[in-house]
């Protein structure tokens, strides 16, 4: 369960952190499908207990699985996933069932379901008591496999997977997703749970809806949550065997490295043998939402520059599926999602640049990065080749034939000639400006008989960053 069933000529997942159902479908059609992204990450479905300040991460505390949220209605879902599959754009769901909610008096849901919290008690499902790891203990230790997983994490009550009822109403859960049309799950918290119980539940969803344009026999994609940057009990390696695993080190070592701590020219190896998990097995990311407002040593839109390399860097390298993190601005750890003053979310706003307003940040928006989406494709099926370093932080390479990008991480000029891979002729830096009406509005690169090109990444410059694709010629 680690295939994603893109669309041929797709590639790349976005993260639409917070959006609604509605402004997802319309993104699908307007933006997505065109510049061929594979699939969107959309926030969790199920009904939530609402929190007075209306934090993002009340949606990580279900009260319910029916779908309703501030994202919208069920009706809505299974309206976004249609045109969104439509639009050769796959929607991969965030799933919560380790757990349902903390401690709150008088709990009640974004559908209006309510719950006794204190008592262990969400007749939405129903759950009782018995459901969970009661009485319930807190996660303390994490040299200790039972306590991450049998225990509550940050007081959120602990559902108990081993037990057949709990997973019937959860393989129930996500089944109608997959009739839904959906291509798969990112499944929160999957550390804290038992693999057995996971491949058990995993084993028993329903192939994908061939409704949908889906093959026929095809298995719903699954992506766990497994944070492992070594050092705990629990291993990334006790997942990646019936689905695939989130590899946090990818967006660790990219960040550190850009933020001056290890040369780029290590990157040459870049992969497995850094202690990652098979590129088939991985789904990689820069940032994540959490990691965007917890860890300060990760890049995020913040650092914007830096950002740009970090994600060009991902999306120009084969290994593993690439996961675009689109953010809503925020200045605090709690900081709303863009809403009214009474709690509705708010669509983005869409500028004449193509970029977002009212809050949304939209990074997939960014020319930087939607270009580099298009270059995925462009490479796609092909290897790192012809690299080259300058024994620093300016680095280069090809894919095939058909792609070359450089990226000055140094704190002085790129100028060089290098030898790009593409045939002659004259190119696009789809970093620096678009191809409009077959004319560039950025850097022209001019690759010669031998396949060469003066290259030029000044510090000065907006972007660190310059790439050509077979895409994108003049
Ligand atoms: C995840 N992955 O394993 C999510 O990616 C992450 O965003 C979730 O935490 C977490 N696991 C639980 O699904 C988020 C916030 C927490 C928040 C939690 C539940 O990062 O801060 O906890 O969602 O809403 C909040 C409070 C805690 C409180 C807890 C229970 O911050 O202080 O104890 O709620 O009331
Ligand atoms: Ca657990």
């Given at each position: 369960?680690k295939?994603?069933?893109?669309?041929?000529?797709?590639?790349?997942?976005?993260?639409?952190f917070?959006?609604?159902?509605?402004?997802?479908?319309?993104?699908?059609?307007r933006?997505?499908?065109?510049m061929?992204f594979?699939?969107?990450q959309?926030?969790?479905i199920?009904?939530?207990?609402?929190?007075g300040?209306?934090?993002?991460w009340?949606?990580?505390q279900?009260?319910?699985?029916?779908?309703?949220?501030?994202?919208g209605t069920p009706d809505?879902?299974?309206?976004?996933?249609?045109?969104?599959?439509?639009a050769?754009?796959?929607?991969y769901?965030?799933?919560?069932?380790?757990?349902?909610?903390?401690?709150?008096?008088?709990?009640?849901?974004?559908?209006?379901?309510?719950?006794?919290?204190?008592?262990?008690?969400?007749?939405?499902?129903?759950y009782?008591?018995y459901d969970f790891?009661?009485?319930?203990?807190?996660?303390?230790?994490?040299?200790?496999?039972?306590?991450v997983?049998?225990?509550?994490?940050?007081?959120?009550?602990?559902l108990d997977?081993?037990k057949?009822?709990?997973?019937?109403k959860?393989v129930?859960?996500?089944?109608?997703?997959?009739?839904?049309g959906?291509?798969?799950?990112?499944v929160?918290?999957?550390?804290?749970?038992?693999?057995?119980?996971?491949?058990?539940i995993?084993?028993?969803l329903?192939?994908l809806?061939?409704?949908?344009?889906?093959?026929?026999d095809?298995r719903?994609?699954?992506?766990?949550?497994?944070?492992?940057y070594?050092?705990?009990?629990?291993?990334?390696?006790?997942?990646?065997?019936?689905?695939?695993?989130?590899?946090f080190?990818?967006?660790?070592?990219?960040?550190?490295s850009?933020?001056?701590?290890?040369?780029?020219?290590?990157?040459?190896n870049w992969?497995?043998?850094?202690?990652?998990?098979?590129?088939?097995?991985?789904?990689?990311?820069i940032?994540?939402?959490?990691?965007?407002?917890?860890n300060?040593?990760?890049l995020?839109?913040?650092?914007?520059?830096?950002?740009?390399?970090?994600?060009a860097?991902?999306?120009?390298?084969?290994y593993?599926t690439?996961?675009?993190?689109?953010?809503?601005?925020f200045?605090t750890f709690?900081?709303?999602?863009?809403?009214?003053?009474v709690?509705?979310?708010?669509?983005p706003t869409?500028?004449?640049?193509?970029?977002?307003?009212?809050?949304w940040?939209?990074e997939?928006r960014?020319?930087?990065?939607?270009?580099m989406?298009?270059?995925?494709n462009?490479?796609?099926n092909?290897?790192v080749?012809?690299?080259?370093?300058?024994?620093?932080n300016?680095?280069?390479?090809?894919?095939?034939?058909?792609?070359?990008?450089?990226?000055?991480?140094?704190?002085?000029?790129?100028?060089?000639?290098?030898?790009?891979?593409?045939e002659?002729?004259?190119?696009c830096?789809?970093?620096s400006?678009?191809l409009?009406n077959n004319?560039?509005?950025?850097k022209?690169?001019?690759?010669?008989?031998?396949r060469?090109?003066?290259?030029e990444?000044?510090?000065?410059?907006?972007?660190?960053?310059l790439?050509?694709h077979?895409?994108?010629?003049?």
């Open positions: 369960q295939e994603l069933h893109y669309v041929p000529g797709h590639d790349g997942m976005v993260h639409l917070e959006w609604k159902w509605h402004d997802i479908a319309d993104e699908c059609e933006f997505l499908g065109p061929g594979g699939g969107v959309v926030s969790p199920q009904e939530n207990v609402i929190v300040s209306r934090p993002w009340e949606r990580y279900p009260i319910s699985y029916k779908w309703y949220t501030r994202s809505e879902f299974r309206e976004m996933v249609r045109r969104c599959n439509n050769g754009v796959r929607i769901v965030d799933v919560v069932f380790n757990h349902m909610t903390g401690d709150h008096d008088n709990a009640k849901g974004t559908g209006g379901t309510t719950a006794d919290t204190h008592g262990f008690s969400y007749p939405g499902v129903p009782s008591q790891h009661y009485p319930p203990c807190a996660i303390n230790n994490y040299q200790d496999p039972a306590n997983r049998n225990c509550e994490l940050v007081g959120l009550h602990d997977q081993s057949e009822y709990v997973r019937e959860i129930n859960f996500l089944n109608e997703a997959v009739d839904a959906v291509a798969g799950f990112r929160d918290a999957a550390k804290h749970m038992w693999p057995e119980d996971l491949k058990t995993f084993s028993r329903k192939n809806n061939p409704e949908h344009h889906f093959p026929s095809a719903p994609y699954i992506v766990q949550e497994v944070i492992d070594g050092g705990e009990a629990i291993s990334k390696y006790e997942y990646n065997s019936f689905g695939a695993v989130t590899e080190r990818y967006g660790m070592e990219i960040s550190n850009l933020n001056g701590n290890n040369p780029l020219k290590w990157f040459v992969g497995e043998a850094w202690g990652l998990l098979p590129s088939q097995d991985a789904l990689v990311f940032d994540n939402h959490d990691t965007q407002r917890g300060p040593n990760i995020t839109y913040k650092s914007s520059k830096l950002y740009k390399m970090a994600v860097f991902m999306l120009a390298h084969p593993g690439a996961r675009i993190m689109s953010s809503f601005k200045d709690d900081a709303n999602p863009p809403q009214d003053s709690g509705n979310l708010l669509s869409i500028n004449p640049d193509d970029t977002c307003g009212n809050g940040v939209c997939h960014w020319r930087q990065i939607y270009n989406v298009r270059f995925r462009a490479a796609n092909t290897d080749n012809n690299w080259w370093d300058n024994g620093q300016q680095i280069a390479f090809c894919r095939g034939n058909a792609g070359f990008i450089a990226i000055n991480g140094d704190k002085y000029d790129l100028k060089q000639t290098l030898f790009t891979c593409v002659p002729g004259t190119y830096d789809v970093i400006g678009n409009e004319k560039c509005t950025g022209v690169v001019t690759v010669d008989q031998d060469k090109a003066y290259i990444i000044p510090l000065n410059q907006e972007d660190g960053v790439a050509i077979r895409g994108a010629k003049v």
